[in-house]
């Protein structure tokens, strides 16, 4: 048996390998990828214009032979059907595999009405190895060795399949197969951890795309669109309005215009235009991102005529996004019968959390907690669009500040793991140490001056229990609170100051000092053995860091890892860490990307447990997961569902989890 059938064997799946690729028609106005002119997958598959123009197939059978066919569009039905008979309905007898199978096998559900059982995906393994790294075909097989060569797809550009010359498409399709085919067999055995948990979540996240598990409320989501257009033109008229100019949306949003503008209203109020580095590192340029820290100070200015015009830009710079993804909702939805499924991708960070992809982005349909400015009503109102089928409801199921408690848990910070597992009111009484006095949470007939003082204190609480654990400091903490428009009154007035976020701080560090500690053990432990590649060292007895082909790796309780490729570590008394994608990462940055590691892996393995006993798993988000549920039984399989997500596996022995849940004809917080 070879390595990578070893590791299909190991996750359950068939040994026996089929590989899959679809070629279709496409031209200018009618493609995917990164084009003006581009539509989604969905909308490409599901269009009257989609015309298929020949299939590739590689077979690897349980000895390793590899064979390979190229079939014309009049032979792809009688081939799929002998398929059927041989494998099953749902291919159920092999593996299939490719590279982007979102596209193949929506083509095979849609067109043939087939849905694979197992599939395994060249473009999951590129995410695992490396998430920011380049993931088409042609750069993966460079980099893995291919080969052969992947020849040009824009030679086939505008080419019916009446038209088309098929001796040069079999030769483009096979080299694609062998590509495919031979990235597989080498990347499995290479960057797959944990494949009885990793390749079933894989495709979990293939099905959950393909199945149509939401109604979109396309009527709904068309007057969000336009209340969101209405929006950023308010903020351009207000800022026109202070200035007694009537600015256009250019005057905004074209930075030769606005930061001319923006300088002189700067300058005239003594203050100078912040500055930061460009991408590159090369040059100083405007900080004018809505996420830069000099802009979100701005929007909160205490001179008006400073402060419209940031907001102004913000929202130029920033509903234009939230706009388009609407409309892409529904562009995707429209084309699929107002429905649509879970549009994520498997593996987009180092964490290997989940990520929004397809230009609609249901990993950000509203922020969470009231760090910062907080989510406009309008982009949360984008979670409402999403409706149960008839005859069901959505069950919403959440881990209970999930990683709070893994970092008390994996820091060794035993008193707070206590008073998770016990369900103390633990930001009550980090608040009543800190103010010195008394507090609960807020209670509906307590009088209004002391429901709104337990909120605020108690707030205070949570904020930090919730936020501290990865070494925010006293000034970030003051600069989230001074921008959240709840909270800012009391800053202003002097109330609470810049001092009193320091304090804070200091509080949490020193009442949860495992955890601050745990901060350097991780930093050391990395910085180790990077430098002593040969080294290994492991932390609180279940973290194991070690060095492998240029990169550093972090070992996680649950046997996954953390990779960072082009791992160093420079200078000398006070040495900076750095890797391929970051410079300066230090403790505080590991202990989160632990954290989220290990709280992703938690999640995954209760979402391989409630697909194993059936549930109808439509979205997943951060700790959240979204079940379709039966009216008529759903009270009763969301319990189950809760119990379900809160067993605590082998290697989390001790873990305080917990998990809360609620039914909703749409889908919302």
């Not at 999403?386 to 848990?409: H, M, S, T």
Request: proline fraction near 4%.
């Amino acid at each position: 048996m070879k390595e990578f059938q070893k590791i299909l064997e190991a996750a359950g799946y068939p040994i026996n390998l089929l590989v899959l690729d679809f070629e279709a028609f496409f031209n200018i106005g009618f493609r995917m990828g990164k084009y003006k002119d581009s539509i989604s997958l969905t909308e490409y598959v599901m269009d009257d214009r989609f015309e298929l123009t020949g299939l590739g197939e590689g077979y690897v059978d349980e000895t390793g032979k590899v064979s390979r066919n190229f079939y014309k569009p009049d032979a792809i039905r009688a081939y799929f059907d002998a398929a059927i008979r041989a494998y099953g309905p749902g291919l159920e007898g092999v593996t299939v595999g490719g590279q982007n199978l979102k596209f193949d096998c929506l083509v095979l559900k849609e067109h043939f009405g087939i849905v694979p059982k197992f599939t395994v995906d060249t473009l999951d393994l590129g995410n695992m190895h490396d998430p920011k790294g380049n993931h088409d075909l042609d750069a993966m097989g460079k980099e893995w060795g291919a080969p052969v060569s992947k020849g040009k797809t824009s030679d086939f550009k505008g080419i019916h399949a009446s038209n088309m010359d098929y001796k040069k498409l079999e030769v483009y399709c096979l080299t694609d197969i062998d590509i495919t085919t031979y990235l597989l067999m080498v990347m499995l055995p290479a960057v797959m951890a944990r494949p009885e948990i990793e390749m079933p979540l894989a495709t979990h996240t293939l099905k959950m795309f393909l199945n149509e598990s939401f109604d979109i409320d396309v009527g709904r989501a068309k007057i969000v669109q336009q209340r969101m257009m209405l929006e950023m033109a308010a903020a351009v008229t207000k800022a026109g309005k202070v200035m007694g100019v009537d600015y256009g949306h250019e005057d905004i949003s074209k930075p030769t215009i606005f930061v001319p503008l923006f300088t002189e209203v700067l300058e005239k109020h003594g203050e100078k235009m912040p500055m930061k580095q460009n991408d590159k590192k090369t040059a100083m340029i405007p900080a004018l991102a809505k996420t830069d820290q000099a802009m979100e100070e701005l929007v909160c200015h205490p001179i008006e005529e400073i402060r419209v015009l940031a907001e102004a830009r913000v929202a130029v710079g920033g509903w234009p996004g939230h706009i388009k993804k609407v409309k892409n909702t529904v562009l995707q939805a429209q084309a699929r019968g107002n429905k649509l499924g879970g549009s994520l991708g498997y593996c987009r960070g180092k964490t290997w959390r989940w990520g929004g992809v397809g230009g609609i982005n249901q990993h950000n349909m509203g922020g969470r907690g009231r760090a910062g400015r907080g989510t406009h009503p309008l982009i949360a109102e984008v979670r409402g669009l999403y409706k149960a089928p008839e005859g069901c409801v959505l069950g919403i199921l959440d881990f209970a500040a999930i990683e709070a408690r893994n970092l008390a848990w994996q820091a060794g910070q035993q008193d707070l793991v206590e008073a998770f597992a016990t369900g103390a009111d633990i930001y009550s009484e980090f608040a009543t140490e800190l103010f010195n006095a008394y507090v609960r949470k807020s209670r509906d007939d307590d009088p209004p001056v002391l429901y709104a003082l337990y909120a605020l204190r108690r707030g205070f609480g949570k904020d930090n229990i919730l936020g501290d654990g990865y070494g925010m400091g006293g000034d970030k903490l003051y600069q989230n609170c001074y921008i959240n428009p709840g909270l800012r009154p009391y800053f202003d007035s002097g109330k609470y100051d810049r001092a009193f976020c320091h304090k804070m701080i200091q509080h949490y560090r020193h009442k949860y000092s495992k955890i601050p500690e745990f901060w350097g053990k991780v930093e050391k432990a990395w910085s180790f053995v990077t430098r002593f590649k040969h080294e290994e060292r492991i932390v609180n007895g279940n973290l194991r860091f070690y060095h492998k082909d240029g990169a550093t790796f972090i070992e996680l309780p649950s046997g996954r890892y953390i990779r960072y490729p082009g791992a160093k570590v420079t200078g000398g008394k006070h040495p900076s860490l750095n890797y391929k994608w970051a410079k300066g990462i230090w403790g505080g940055y590991l202990t989160e990307n632990i954290i989220q590691s290990e709280s992703r892996d938690l999640l995954g393995e209760a979402i391989v447990r409630l697909d194993q006993a059936g549930y109808w798993i439509a979205l997943h988000v951060h700790d959240e997961v979204v079940l379709v549920l039966n009216k008529s039984t759903a009270e009763q399989d969301l319990a189950s569902a809760i119990e379900m997500m809160t067993e605590v596996p082998g290697w989390a022995a001790g873990f305080p989890i917990n998990a809360e849940g609620k039914l909703s004809e749409r889908y919302c917080k």
